[in-house]
């Protein structure tokens, strides 16, 4: 894969997952800030009500005191006439006179402010009414504004009267407010009565949250609050309440809510839950489909190194086998018994050795197929391993190395593929001595724990780093020593160790120390 696009393919991916992230963030953010602006609305209109009824309960509280007080007196009450409007209006043409008269009395009861409270006397209450006459008069021309009430009998005579409801209910609301100014809040409204109160209008506008709530004279509090009441800017909201007739206010009721956030996140819960559902199942995609990609780089990497190594492998025994042709074809070695059979011994381990590899990349295929042949018989582990040393003695002379055994299992027998598991131990003592860069010195230990037998394979040789003792399992994995290719092989060797391994139930891991050597460890279950 062209690394450019891989890199541009990531960044677009990488760019759209942030931006449906932002976009998430954005909404949710947006969501929430109309949530608190529709919760101060509603609060607002809450607190509003509220401060509206307080007036008009108290308002409507002093008027029924006051009706009962007038009626309980008993009194006639004394008129007086304030003041009274003439009107006429006279036709030329038909001489026809309408005449408008309009008295306004004052009723005086003899109650005044003392009543509601001592330190307001002054004033006296009231009631205002009003006496209307209409009187038509036809064909009179000699009727003027000097003899108007006379002994002229209209032609049509018109009488109202009544209370003014307006202007007794101007009065008394001017008059009461005067009074209840002067009464202390704590005699105006109790603290269960406001509490009830704030709590039927909160749940008629939806607001189903807990709340606390004060009432403030001049800045300062005052014992009509909630017990858990604490002033918080972000979630108190105000309004004055009891207003006198000039407009102005000392009193102010502020209601807070602790839980404001939480009660404005369980509103968006279920949708938020979704969008978090829904964005983690597209960071999950995009998480498995960028592993994917480097996946799919690393196997194209790996391909590529599989492909350099095999031909590395294969050049030289080719390389060798056309010069010992080539020697031999010369007609000085060709009568040269002892040199002709040297070049054909030479020819023949360079063939096995090319045959070997290809073995190892169809063995490896054939395990992953199921299509190897494993059967599985009663065998010593010891003579497994002795076996396996004497495969590799002669590579092992060659580079004057040595092998120490160290057989401490006093139980060794397990159900094992004698050809396979032989092979595993091949593979593992070639590596050691691959790693050794002087003269290879390898340990054997076997040990039993439980119903197990351990060996461990130990070299003093190059180590490996850690990430390195995590991936050396797999497929094809080689650790970089560089540009060198003074360590042969494809990655596969270990690759076979761990999967025939574990078709025998057991189990294989490293423990290394960079430039401190290797220690490889199978643990297999022995017979019962």
């Known amino acids: 894969m062209n690394k450019l696009f891989f890199r541009i393919l990531v960044l677009l991916m990488s760019l759209s997952l942030i931006g449906i992230i932002l976009v998430q963030v954005f909404w949710f953010n947006s969501s929430f800030k109309n949530n608190e602006e529709q919760f101060k609305y509603h609060v607002t209109q809450v607190i509003g009500n509220v401060a509206d009824k307080l007036e008009q309960q108290e308002e409507y509280s002093f008027y029924d005191k006051y009706n009962r007080i007038k009626d309980s007196t008993g009194k006639i009450p004394k008129k007086e006439d304030l003041l009274e409007v003439l009107y006429v209006q006279r036709n030329t043409k038909t001489n026809k006179t309408i005449v408008y008269s309009n008295t306004l009395t004052s009723e005086d009861y003899d109650i005044n402010g003392s009543v509601f409270n001592k330190k307001f006397s002054s004033e006296r209450f009231k009631n205002f009414s009003s006496k209307r006459v209409t009187e038509v008069y036809n064909n009179n021309a000699g009727i003027d504004n000097n003899n108007l009430g006379q002994s002229i009998i209209p032609d049509l005579r018109s009488e109202k009267s009544g209370s003014l409801d307006i202007l007794n209910k101007v009065q008394q609301q001017i008059q009461y407010k005067d009074i209840a100014s002067l009464t202390p809040i704590e005699g105006r409204i109790t603290k269960d009565k ?44 105000n309004i004055p309440i009891y207003t006198d007739n000039e407009g102005n206010s000392r009193y102010e009721l502020s209601v807070t809510f602790p839980h404001k956030k939480k009660f404005l996140l369980s509103e968006l819960l279920s949708i938020t839950i979704l969008s978090i559902v829904f964005t983690l199942i ?39 086998i056309n010069l010992a042709l080539d020697a031999i074809r010369s007609p000085k070695v060709i009568e040269d018994k002892e040199k002709v059979y040297r070049y054909l011994q030479m020819i023949r381990d360079e063939n096995k050795r090319m045959h070997a590899q290809v073995e190892n990349v169809l063995r490896i295929s054939k395990l992953e197929k199921r299509e190897l042949d494993i059967t599985k018989e009663p065998t010593v582990v010891t003579d497994i391993i002795d076996d396996a040393i004497e495969h590799v003695n002669l590579i ?44 290879p010195e390898i340990e054997i230990f076997t040990e039993n724990i439980k119903d197990m037998i351990l060996i461990k394979v130990r070299d003093h040789g190059l180590g490996m780093s850690k990430i390195a003792q995590k991936r050396v399992f797999e497929k094809f994995y080689r650790e970089h020593t560089g540009d060198l290719h003074n360590v042969k092989g494809h990655g596969l060797g270990l690759a076979y160790v761990k999967r025939i391994v574990e078709d025998h139930n057991g189990q294989v891991y490293v423990e290394s120390e960079k430039g401190k050597g290797s220690t490889f460890i199978i643990k297999i279950p022995l017979i019962n």
């Not at 039927?200 to 909630?226: M, R």
């Open 396 to 439: 092992l002379e060659d580079k004057k190395g040595s092998i120490v055994k160290h057989y401490n299992a006093a139980r060794t027998t397990c159900l094992i593929n004698e050809v396979h598991f032989t092979n595993v131990l091949v593979n593992i003592l070639e590596n050691a001595i691959k790693y050794s860069p002087d003269a």
């Open 282 to 320: 597209i960071i999950v995609a995009y998480t498995s489909a960028l592993n994917q990609l480097l996946r799919q780089k690393h196997i194209s990497e790996i391909k590529t190194d599989f492909i350099n190594n095999m031909t590395h492998e294969f050049k030289t025994p080719i390389a060798t």
């Open 194 to 237: 406001l509490f009830k109160l704030l709590k039927k209008e909160l749940e008629e506008y939806g607001v189903k949250t807990k709340f606390e709530f004060g009432i403030y004279s001049s800045g300062v509090p005052t014992k009509i609050k909630s017990e858990g009441f604490h002033f918080d800017k972000e979630a108190t909201y």
